[in-house]
């Protein structure tokens, strides 16, 4: 199988397992706004797909959003195969994507190296500054 037919499969199955989780979830007290799908790998043989997800919010909510994610995997699975044709329908496997936390953390650390610092200390620049 191609590396392009497989990216291709990694976002048409990105899409459809976010899809799914608005039918599988449905009436269940979870915020689904604060899930994001951000990536999945499939294996070459699409027998097993490892779905990336980022939850925003509180740290001690991500495990319990895993479980949750984990115990309708199966529900999950249905709709794709029911959705998509593919010769397999891949076993799916959560795991928590921490990189927009990261990502979050260093432009909050960019954005305070942009605020200038106020030292009050009035130190004037010395004239070899000026060159």
């Known amino acids: 199988m191609a590396i392009d037919r497989l990216a291709r499969i990694n976002s048409l199955l990105r ?7 608005y039918k599988v979830f449905a009436g269940e ?4 706004a604060a899930i994001t799908i951000t990536r999945v790998e499939a294996a070459r043989n699409l027998r097993m797909a490892r779905v990336f997800v980022s939850v ?15 115990n309708k ?3 999950l699975q ?5 959705d998509l044709t593919l ?12 990189s927009l936390e990261r990502g979050d953390h260093i432009l909050d650390v960019l954005s305070r190296l ?5 030292t009050g200390s009035g130190a004037q ?3 070899d500054d000026s060159n």
Request: cysteine-free; proline content about 7%.
């Open 29 to 32: 007290p979870i915020d689904l």
């Open 15 to 21: 899409r459809e397992i976010s899809e799914a989780l």
């Open 56 to 70: 925003f919010g509180h740290d001690a909510e991500h495990g319990a959003f895993l479980r949750q994610l984990a």
């Open 125 to 127: 620049p010395s004239d």
């Open 114 to 118: 942009d605020q200038p610092a106020d």
């Open 78 to 82: 249905a709709l794709v195969n029911r």
């Open 87 to 98: 010769k397999f329908t891949p076993r799916l496997r959560f795991e928590l994507d921490g």
């Open 73 to 75: 995997a199966k529900e």
